[in-house]
């Protein structure tokens, strides 16, 4: 298998046209020519996940999170990110990205973070496109019993990998749960699509005191805090399992590295 024939099956589940417009999606380095073998699908494109890279002899890494979301004027070696890029290129390890639109993708990164969570049945799109209302950023379905919050929350941090940021509630832990919203990565703006559908409880990452407490003040649903990259975690194995379902003949694997940013609580 060449890289462009990897590129392909990628972009046919992650259209680059669906990513928003200041997102940097697609080939960050590497040759289109190149031969793969070996895929390392991770969350972020960080020095920690270049060593397992490496150590692995992966060919691709594909993350969700942009190296250069912002223009450069330098990949020289001076910085954390062009000693990366000097890493990879000089290994022959290609990297791509999917972020915006794996988000927006149908199955995408909130599907896989719902099912981790337990919910059942259809999902449909907490922010669905005008045109297409099967995709979209976010998630809504349902637990297939009814539960409360305390034990929806524990369940969650059970089925979600291990961070030392944790699960963090807001809400009575007795509330009544069974109708869910999701969003892996940093949920802030879709607060208001939460309300509005009328949701128990809405389970994200990276919200902040002032959002989070006005929400559940005024009588929204209850809200779960995870970490950003555990939340994005689950979207791996579909991305991987999608990808070796695709008819390229290639080897996967899913990063274990626990790249989120906060590494201890106390
Ligand atoms: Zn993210």
Redo the contacts with the bound molecule.
Sequence with gaps: MTLVDVIEKLEAAYPPARAESWDAVGLVCGDPAQPVRRVLFA?DPVAAVADEALEWGADLIVT??PLYLRGTTTVAATTPKGRLIHRLIKNDVALYTA?TNA?VANPG?SDALARTVGLAGDLVPLRPFPDDPWRGLGRVGELPEPSTLGEFAALAAQRLPRTSWGIRVAGDLARPVRRVAVS???GDSLLGAARAADVDVFLT?DLRHHPASEFVETGGPALIDAA??A??WPWLDSAASILAASGVNVETRVSATVTDAWTRGY
């Design positions: 969350v969700h999170h972020h988000d990164v892996g990565g940093a990452a950003h990259w939340t994005e």
